[in-house]
């Protein structure tokens, strides 16, 4: 299944998105997140208790080390930290 088209400027980037198979058959957007990002989507709550709640949650992937975050290695870009997040955290069901 090939993702949606879209062509944009990205302008202040808070990290990216990856069209990946979701186990079931079907296909869907996981989103990067960079730190800064990640931190102002969170502002005025507890940060690590956050992100527990949101792998608890199953809607942030932890990395294989045990951490919340992630260390990808973005297409022409070097090793990022990054936070990746389902697409369900934003009510997408995959109707769309």
Partial sequence: MLPPL???RTIN???WRRWVADGTGGACWLYYILPSAMREALAGLDF???LKVLVRRDLLIPGSSGRSSQTPIPPGHPKARVYAIR???LGDDGSA
Avoid: N, P, T, V
Wanted: aromatic share 0%; no cysteine; glycine share 8%.
């Fill in 13 to 15: 980037r808070a990290g």
């Fill in 48 to 50: 690590r208790a956050s």
């Fill in 87 to 89: 697409s369900s955290i």
């Fill in 6 to 8: 879209e062509r944009s």
